[in-house]
């Protein structure tokens, strides 16, 4: 009877520290730097898109696996029950495990440029791994000065894109790099949810989160700009022949932003309620990347 009342909060905890649906922040550079790539140059290489997708995963695990560890050392995660390292109650462990997700990382990275003959990932991909830490990791932690959105922008952004439609063509193309900017604007989106529940906490540890410094209301408001500013931004590039008219698709993910903006400017300051808005936030991520792409192969 008292494994049946522990267990499914343990398991909830578990998923709520392993974040399953944050993975696709990890897939979705390297699913639209490939679909530009393709509509292009008509390149798809298969075995180059699945490592790099792999890669970008375990590099992802590291960054949320070593960012419960060095919270950890903050005290800013003393009532995050979902905190790896509270949950293992072995720090050491962690920082281990994350470290051997990034070397498996690095070397799916490796394998692409030695496919290639070409160093040139390796280095844009290490540039991402040097932010991801510099977010996170002492002596730097921006993200706790409240520069963590940027990092995301340009990690997830121009680089991440940038290095997934090289990886394919081994050439740069101003389409991906406004594509970039769609995918940098929606990625720093889901780290810029995650804050406004946790304003106390990070009051305590001393966290200058963007949340902190605007407050929960006008912090709403700012996401509500920066949420609605990827659909103009794409039909302007569609009206500039920049993208094709089937990337319009990404408007299919609208009723989430709609969804996304009214939970946070109605709840943003109730921690409990406002907890929720990053998963939604995936959603408008997920679906707007996912039409996205589609559109560039469509086109």
């Not at 990886?167 to 995918?183: D, F, R």
């Not at 929720?276 to 039409?291: P, Q």
């Amino acid at each position: 009877m008292t494994q049946t009342q522990i267990s499914p909060p343990t398991t909830k905890l578990w998923i709520a520290a392993i974040k399953p649906p944050m993975y696709s922040v990890a897939i979705m550079p390297i699913w639209v730097g490939s679909a530009v790539a393709f509509t292009e140059t008509k390149i798809f290489n298969t075995t180059i898109f699945s490592v790099f997708i792999a890669a970008a995963i375990l590099i992802l695990a590291w960054e949320n696996i070593s960012n419960d560890v060095f919270d950890a050392a903050t005290g800013i995660d003393k009532n995050k029950h979902h905190s790896l390292v509270n949950l293992t109650g072995n720090k050491k462990l962690m920082f281990w495990i994350g470290n051997l997700c990034l070397g498996l990382g690095l070397l799916g990275i490796m394998a692409i440029a030695f496919l290639q003959k070409d160093p040139t990932v390796i280095g844009i991909i290490l540039l991402c791994c040097g932010l991801g830490y510099m977010y996170q990791g002492p002596p730097f932690r921006l993200g706790y000065q409240g520069l963590g959105e940027i990092l995301c922008f340009f990690a997830f952004g121009p680089l991440g894109m940038g290095a997934a439609y090289y990886s394919q063509t081994q050439t740069w193309s101003i389409t991906n790099l406004a594509a970039s900017v769609i995918l940098g604007i929606v990625t720093s989106l889901v780290l810029f949810c995650s804050h406004f529940h946790q304003v106390e906490d990070d009051i305590a540890a001393g966290k200058r989160s963007p949340i902190v410094r605007l407050g929960t209301s006008t912090g709403a408001k700012v996401l509500v700009g920066f949420t609605i500013s990827i659909y103009p931004l794409t039909l302007l590039f569609v009206v500039l022949n920049i993208f094709p008219m089937w990337t319009l698709l990404s408007f299919l993910s609208l009723p989430f932003a709609f969804k996304l903006c009214r939970h946070v400017l109605e709840n943003h300051n109730l921690p409990d309620k406002v907890s929720n808005s990053k998963f939604i936030a995936i959603n408008v991520h997920f679906l707007s990347c996912l039409f996205l792409g589609l559109g560039f192969i469509l086109g």
